[in-house]
């Protein structure tokens, strides 16, 4: 089984290095070297403890000790964009673009009017209309690093790679009407879960977690949406067609997962961007740029409107030492 499952990154890994990159969009190969280039500044690795263990043969019982570390995983790929189906992601594109497609044209076109290619939804000033109203899909998949071998001293991850955790297309009746993210106490009071800091400087709410936004900033709206979509996986019991981050600890460790992401707060998370213009850092969505001779994103904007982010997520585990865990003693609070 494990030679199986070697063979199938290889060629997946394969497929991905062949890849003709259109521009606009990203392959599995250049998500997999942009994440690389970020480990060091995004990884954030550190000792922060320690894990006992209890391992008893025929010879008795005795307690074990190892090394409990923390460090942020490369858990998702947030895609936000335009078209339907047009994932700039190229391998998840051509696999899972033709069923958004095809969903589209059948029950989400019958139930509720979408149609292949309804991602242009940006309006400027028309009449009856809000000004700088933009819509767009957004897509969470497994990162494709997510399960490597894990080397000693580091974590697992709650995630597999290529599983699409969230897809708008299939979320059309909270993504495209607000039902019910309309009735959330956060979308009816103004100030509640922005990214940014309300009122005097904000990106947009969190809530109603759709694919609308007011904003005249392209690269503000695509993150807002990011977080959108980060902030309904990461989470359980949600009112959304998803897949929730709840996967087990890697094998041979204890794992103490991350929780729900929140806005504003890198202890939950932080986002790489990977396309357009590769981020080398990881940071967090909302800042001040009032005093800045540019705002956030300028000079950034992928004309179609597509973006892509690496979700870093930060993780605690230790190794694995007998057949029973005791207790753990942490000597600082991680992340710092």
């Not at 899972?96 to 242009?120: F, I, K, P, Y």
């Not at 992401?261 to 961007?273: D, N, S």
Request: charge should be positive; hydrophobic fraction near 40%.
């Amino acid at each position: 089984m494990r030679y199986v499952r070697v063979r199938l990154l290889a060629l997946v890994l394969g497929m991905a290095f062949t890849c003709t990159v259109a521009g606009g969009s990203i392959s599995t190969a250049q998500i997999m070297t942009r994440t690389t280039q970020a480990a060091f500044s995004c990884m954030q690795w550190m000792p922060v403890g320690i894990c006992f263990w209890l391992r008893c043969s025929w010879s008795g019982c005795r307690v074990r000790s190892s090394l409990k570390v923390g460090h942020y995983n490369p858990d998702l790929v947030v895609a936000v964009y335009n078209e339907l189906g047009a994932n700039p992601w190229n391998e998840v594109r051509a696999t899972l673009g033709l069923a958004q497609e095809t969903a589209a044209e059948g029950l989400l076109g019958s139930l509720l009017g979408v149609t292949a290619g309804s991602g242009s939804n940006r309006t400027e000033g028309r009449a009856r209309t809000h000004t700088n109203l933009i819509f767009r899909e957004a897509d969470a998949i497994g990162h494709p690093l997510t399960r490597l071998p894990v080397p000693v001293y580091t974590c697992g991850s709650q995630t597999r790679p290529f599983v699409p955790y969230f897809q708008s297309s299939l979320d059309a009746l909270s993504w495209r009407h607000a039902l019910p993210e309309m009735l959330y106490p956060a979308s009816l009071v103004p100030g509640l879960r922005e990214v940014g800091a309300s009122p005097l400087q904000t990106w947009g709410s969190v809530y109603p977690r759709t694919g609308w936004l007011v904003q005249v900033s392209e690269p503000k709206a695509g993150a807002v949406i990011a977080q959108r979509a980060g902030d309904i996986v990461t989470r359980r019991y949600q009112p959304h067609v998803y897949v929730p981050l709840a996967g087990s600890s890697a094998s041979g460790q204890r794992m103490w997962p991350p929780g729900a992401l929140i806005e504003r707060k890198p202890r939950t998370g932080q986002w790489q961007r990977l396309t357009p213009d590769a981020e080398s850092g990881c940071d967090v969505f909302g800042d001040d740029d009032r005093d800045a001779v540019s705002s956030w994103g300028d000079g950034e904007a992928d004309e179609g409107g597509d973006y892509a982010w690496t979700l870093w997520r930060p993780y605690q585990c230790c190794r694995r030492r007998g057949q029973w865990f005791l207790y753990h003693v942490n000597w600082m609070a991680y992340p710092p």
